[in-house]
């Protein structure tokens, strides 16, 4: 991009992976670049990338493990590369790689002005942020990859680690963290992510206070730094995995095709 960067109100970021190239990023995603101003930009990843990223249209490909374990510093990268590249007025809205938008909606929230900083979907009632750090056992992570043990040695993926290394990293900060499938960050909150990660030196295998891993699971990694920063979650469901629970703030159903 031009040394001079263009301003802009915000930004649309949808992530996939070399997955989901043929599948998802082909049947999903929004049908126009730009929606009020926001440009849409689509995100895969390589670690064996030449540049930190290279741009191709709308398509930014960065240097970074394309693996599930890793999302948390590949969206970070991406909001990286957004505020390296432009001027933005606002924030960004993360979306995953399998949604069925509403642009009427969609253009709605993104035009919706005074936006809270966090904006996401939980299912709990109580949004309240608790005053310390509660730890929790989470198989998640581990539960994926013992379904996906080739996984764990893709050089795409870059993870290096063993299963027994993965069930070892299940204990994380227990944070009100908005469903990683659609999420608003707002410069103040998307610059709080940028400096944790740059904390933590984009490895999500950072073992925080009290021996737990808030970092290989996306969704915990931005709460947990929303947590750190005093930012609570503003609870609006931005998208549902079930077309009859559509509210006046779906943006997007969520498919989870191709998995």
Same mark, same amino acid.
């Given at each position: !991009?031009?040394?001079?960067?263009?301003?802009?109100?915000?930004?649309?970021?949808?992530? $996939?992976?070399h997955?989901?190239?043929?599948?998802?990023?082909?049947?999903?995603?929004?049908? &126009?670049?730009?929606?009020?101003?926001?440009?849409?930009?689509?995100?895969?990843?390589?670690?064996?990338?030449?540049?930190p990223?290279k741009?191709?249209?709308n398509?930014?490909?960065? *240097?970074?493990?394309d $693996?599930?374990?890793?999302?948390?510093?590949?969206?970070?990268?991406?909001?990286?590369?957004?505020y390296?590249?432009?001027?933005?007025?606002?924030?960004v809205? *993360? @979306?995953?790689?399998?949604?069925?938008?509403?642009?009427? *909606?969609?253009?709605?929230?993104i035009?919706?002005?005074? &936006?809270?900083?966090?904006?996401?979907?939980?299912? !709990?009632?109580?949004?309240?942020l608790?005053?310390?750090?509660?730890?929790?056992?989470?198989?998640?992570?581990?539960?994926?990859?013992?379904?996906?043990?080739?996984e764990?040695?893709?050089? !795409?993926?870059?993870?290096?680690k063993?299963?027994?290394?993965?069930?070892? !990293?299940?204990?994380?900060?227990? @944070?009100m963290?908005?469903?990683?499938?659609?999420?608003?960050?707002?410069? &103040?909150a998307?610059?709080?992510?940028?400096?944790?990660?740059?904390?933590?030196?984009?490895?999500?295998?950072?073992?925080?206070?009290?021996? @737990?891993?808030?970092?290989?699971?996306e969704?915990?990694?931005?709460?947990?730094?929303?947590?750190?920063?005093?930012i609570?979650?503003?609870?609006? *469901?931005?998208?549902t995995?079930s077309?009859?629970?559509?509210?006046?703030?779906?943006?997007?159903?969520?498919?989870?095709?191709? &998995?």
């Amino acid at each position: !991009m031009s040394s001079s960067k263009p301003t802009i109100p915000g930004a649309i970021l949808i992530f $996939s992976c070399h997955k989901h190239m043929n599948t998802r990023m082909q049947q999903f995603g929004l049908d &126009k670049p730009l929606y009020a101003d926001w440009p849409v930009l689509y995100f895969i990843a390589n670690p064996f990338l030449d540049s930190p990223a290279k741009l191709y249209h709308n398509l930014v490909i960065l *240097r970074c493990e394309d $693996s599930y374990i890793h999302v948390g510093k590949k969206v970070a990268l991406g909001i990286k590369f957004v505020y390296d590249n432009f001027n933005v007025q606002e924030g960004v809205l *993360r @979306c995953g790689d399998d949604l069925l938008f509403n642009e009427e *909606r969609l253009l709605k929230f993104i035009q919706t002005p005074n &936006k809270e900083d966090y904006i996401g979907y939980n299912p !709990m009632v109580n949004p309240d942020l608790p005053v310390t750090i509660q730890l929790v056992n989470d198989t998640f992570m581990l539960d994926y990859y013992q379904n996906h043990k080739s996984e764990l040695t893709d050089p !795409m993926h870059g993870i290096h680690k063993t299963i027994e290394q993965i069930e070892a !990293m299940s204990v994380r900060p227990n @944070c009100m963290a908005a469903g990683g499938v659609v999420f608003y960050l707002s410069n &103040k909150a998307a610059n709080a992510v940028l400096a944790m990660f740059s904390q933590i030196n984009y490895d999500v295998f950072t073992m925080y206070e009290g021996g @737990c891993y808030p970092f290989i699971i996306e969704d915990c990694a931005v709460a947990f730094t929303m947590f750190l920063n005093r930012i609570p979650l503003t609870n609006k *469901r931005l998208y549902t995995n079930s077309p009859e629970l559509v509210t006046e703030d779906t943006i997007a159903v969520h498919t989870n095709s191709y &998995k």
